[in-house]
């Protein structure tokens, strides 16, 4: 038998992760702790690489850590957000390099900030998103990082988005319609009129995206489904309208692109299907795509690189192993490895990710994947049924620290893609219209069978697990078919869908449309709404559930918990439920994760029989 992974090991802080080479490439920052925090650390660059003798932490982050930030182009500060207990009110701030002095760039309550654009054309300039004078919407300020100075550019008028070509000028913009679509504006200049470059249906809105501006600030990437299932790499001729396809896949839409750093044109393009395909567009970076794709068996990431196009930052996705980062030199066209986000698991057994797919009810075809425990065998398992969050999202292969806990701890981990889901084409996505509860359960309620008819499962001990969306679903399955579930985990997940969407947080008011067009209109919808929420139907749960919530959660608020648990406790029902105080949409703080996951496994033991930790 393997051993046992400890959760410190698979939910602690990592060691590493996240580098960023500085413009220059001078030097590297990444994230890591500092006194069990997350901060920010950096280290020279030499000929011979990275220095890390030399390594300082230049953050002082002592509660929820640090988990994104960017260089600015001026290679002087470093910048990060951070928000207050979960509550993601993010404010902006910097850490200048020379000095080690640090500075709140946006120093207002309950505001929420978000990096729009950085451009080498205005080193020392940030075009930064903020929603200080209306919390539904987010003007437009250039932040001066020499003197600290925010200058309101653009008060936004109900515009859900801004795009900025590369010299930081503001020249998109998404403009949300009443049927749940959006118009895509551009301008010409700052100076003048927005016009509508092409209207996205909300039909077409599920697998359709902005990418950016070309270098000539002439067209625009784009993704779209306009006219086809799947999204296709379009570009936008800004003058005549014209869309030129690049890249285009029946089976699934485009996930991403690699842009060319001064030109802004697309390199190589990703398909996200069971595993990532990649599609080299500009054959000036094939041979070093070929060089990069020999470095390591995993999905590779591209993940930056510095001005002057020399070194590129890859990270290597790995289903039985952590995240592997590596630098790429293309002028000797090698890489070196960085480092793991994870060391220490390389000591254990760790389980492969396999993709899988069946025919729903309606013949519609569902993908997933399973992972089995590595040494327990394929047949008769206990299984627990991990959904997914969103739900307009997907899961991928690749590195999932819940499914290699739940592998270890003698489960089959099953991860389903319910129609809802992202990736597989706007068709798929609506597909979920207005069936939570219905036949996005109803997928899952057909994997468990799937799983079942091919030997893999033990009817008799599958638990449905999730946070979020998957949270929701955990109490959908407890309370909608509790005879198919022997106990469920709800982790943030919402028991009330009219309360879910009266309570959504101010700034996604705009985008409201297509929330209701996906889950219904709390306006119109009461009764139907009702009939998709658990609580409707509490006094029905017959199994045990674990129940988590963050306290500060401002998309799925505490009272969607706290609905529940008052239901619970009225009909007598067994239930664990834990409040984090200094938490929100998820647990941010090892400290926290290591509670909740200690109290998981020990209630999936006690029903499913696996194995824990002590």
């Known amino acids: 038998m393997v051993e046992l992974i400890p959760r410190e090991v698979l939910f602690g802080n990592p060691e590493r992760v996240s580098p960023h080479i500085s413009p220059d490439g001078s030097q590297l920052a990444w994230i890591a702790p500092r006194d069990g925090v997350l901060n920010v650390w950096v280290a020279p660059v030499t000929a011979a690489g990275v220095d890390w003798d030399a390594a300082k932490v230049v953050t002082d982050d002592t509660d929820r850590g640090i988990r994104s930030f960017t260089w600015a182009r001026d290679g002087q500060h470093l910048l990060y957000v951070q928000d207050t207990g979960g509550d993601e009110n993010w404010r902006l701030y910097d850490v200048d390099m020379g000095t080690m002095a640090r500075r709140d760039l946006t120093p207002f309550e309950d505001i929420q900030a978000r990096i729009i654009a950085t451009r080498k054309s205005h080193r020392n300039e940030v075009l930064v998103a903020m929603n200080r004078e209306n919390p539904q919407l987010h003007d437009v300020f250039k932040l001066d990082l020499t003197?600290?100075?925010?200058?309101?550019?653009?008060?936004?008028?109900?515009?859900?988005?801004?795009?900025?070509?590369?010299?930081?000028?503001?020249?998109?913009?998404?403009?949300?319609?009443?049927?749940?679509?959006?118009?895509?504006?551009?301008?010409?200049?700052?100076?003048?009129?927005?016009?509508?470059?092409?209207?996205?249906?909300?039909?077409?809105?599920?697998?359709?995206?902005?990418?950016?501006?070309?270098?000539?600030?002439?067209?625009?990437?784009?993704?779209?489904?306009?006219?086809?299932?799947?999204?296709?790499?379009?570009?936008?001729?800004?003058?005549?309208?014209?869309?030129?396809?690049?890249?285009?896949?029946?089976?699934?839409?485009?996930?991403?692109?690699?842009?060319?750093?001064?030109?802004?044109?697309?390199?190589?393009?990703?398909?996200?299907?069971?595993?990532?395909?990649?599609?080299?567009?500009?054959?000036?970076?094939?041979?070093?795509?070929?060089?990069?794709?020999?470095?390591?068996?995993?999905?590779?990431?591209?993940?930056?690189?510095?001005?002057?196009?020399?070194?590129?930052?890859?990270?290597?996705?790995?289903?039985?192993?952590?995240?592997?980062?590596?630098?790429?030199?293309?002028?000797?066209?090698?890489?070196?490895?960085?480092?793991?986000?994870?060391?220490?698991?390389?000591?254990?057994?760790?389980?492969?990710?396999?993709?899988?797919?069946?025919?729903?009810?309606?013949?519609?075809?569902?993908?997933?994947?399973?992972?089995?425990?590595?040494?327990?065998?394929?047949?008769?398992?206990?299984?627990?049924?991990?959904?997914?969050?969103?739900?307009?999202?997907?899961?991928?292969?690749?590195?999932d620290p819940e499914a290699q806990w739940l592998a270890n701890r003698g489960y089959l981990c099953v991860q389903v893609n319910y129609r809802g889901s992202t990736g597989y084409g706007k068709s798929f996505v609506s597909a979920g219209d207005r069936e939570w509860g219905a036949k996005m359960h109803d997928d899952l309620l057909d994997a468990v069978q799937y799983t079942v008819d091919q030997g893999w499962a033990d009817q008799d001990k599958v638990a449905i697990y999730g946070g979020s969306y998957g949270g929701y679903a955990a109490l959908v399955g407890a309370a909608f078919t509790p005879d198919v579930f022997r106990c469920a985990v709800d982790i943030v997940g919402p028991s009330n869908l009219q309360t879910l969407l009266d309570t959504i947080p101010p700034y996604w008011k705009p985008m409201a449309a297509q929330l209701y067009r996906r889950v219904g209109n709390p306006e119109t919808d009461k009764e139907f709404l009702w009939s998709r929420s658990p609580l409707s139907r509490a006094r029905d749960i017959r199994i045990p559930l674990l129940i988590a919530q963050g306290a500060n959660d401002p998309r799925v608020k505490q009272a969607e918990s706290e609905q529940i648990v008052a239901a619970l406790k009225d009909a007598g029902i067994d239930y664990e439920y834990m409040l984090f105080p200094d938490e929100g949409h998820g647990f941010a703080k090892p400290a926290n994760r290591l509670k909740f996951y200690a109290a998981a496994e020990r209630f999936l033991a006690r029903y499913l029989g696996g194995r824990f930790e002590e």
């Open 147 to 399: 003197t600290g100075e925010l200058d309101k550019l653009i008060e936004n008028p109900g515009y859900a988005g801004w795009l900025a070509d590369e010299d930081l000028v503001v020249r998109g913009a998404i403009a949300p319609l009443p049927d749940g679509g959006f118009d895509l504006l551009v301008r010409d200049s700052a100076d003048a009129e927005w016009r509508t470059l092409l209207t996205i249906t909300a039909d077409d809105a599920p697998a359709s995206d902005v990418l950016a501006f070309t270098g000539d600030g002439n067209s625009l990437l784009a993704i779209s489904s306009a006219g086809t299932d799947t999204g296709r790499l379009v570009k936008i001729d800004l003058a005549s309208g014209d869309a030129q396809v690049l890249l285009e896949d029946p089976e699934a839409d485009v996930a991403g692109a690699t842009l060319h750093p001064d030109t802004r044109e697309p390199q190589i393009v990703e398909v996200l299907k069971d595993r990532t395909e990649y599609h080299v567009l500009d054959p000036a970076v094939r041979a070093d795509w070929e060089a990069i794709e020999a470095l390591h068996h995993g999905d590779p990431q591209p993940i930056g690189r510095d001005e002057a196009d020399s070194t590129w930052l890859i990270a290597f996705m790995d289903d039985a192993g952590p995240i592997q980062y590596y630098a790429f030199d293309r002028a000797t066209r090698t890489g070196r490895h960085l480092f793991s986000s994870r060391p220490e698991l390389s000591g254990y057994g760790l389980a492969h990710m396999e993709p899988f797919s069946f025919k729903a009810r309606d013949g519609l075809t569902v993908h997933g994947y399973v992972t089995f425990p590595p040494d327990g065998g394929r047949s008769g398992l206990p299984t627990v049924l991990n959904v997914h969050g969103g739900p307009q999202a997907r899961d991928v292969w690749g590195w």
